[in-house]
């Protein structure tokens, strides 16, 4: 619903792709004052290389579904998207 509130004359002002990645930028920074707030030990480079390669397959699909989000919600009316989001 403010994706359609922020357009104006049928146009957004923004890049829903920018909105997209500072979004995750905002998750990664809150994930690193955490992680550093607990004040445990880091594992070594190679340990946290491997563990760091579980996450791209699920990182890569949470930055495709977020982004289709944008690009639905321009082409659907923002209702009927929530309704049909809900039913997955």
């Known amino acids: 619903l403010l994706t359609r509130a922020a357009e104006v004359d049928g146009q957004v002002l923004y890049s829903p792709f920018a909105a997209s990645l500072f979004s995750e930028l905002g998750k990664l920074a809150i994930g690193v004052v955490w992680a550093m707030a607990e004040r445990t030990p880091f594992p070594p480079p190679a340990e946290l290389g491997r563990a760091a390669l579980a996450f791209v397959p699920p990182a890569l699909g949470y930055v495709v579904v977020n982004n ?3 690009t639905l919600v ?7 998207l929530q309704l049909l989001w809900n039913l997955k």
Not at 74 to 80: C, R
């Open 74 to 80: 321009q082409v659907i009316n923002p209702g009927l």
């Open 68 to 70: 289709l989000r944008f």
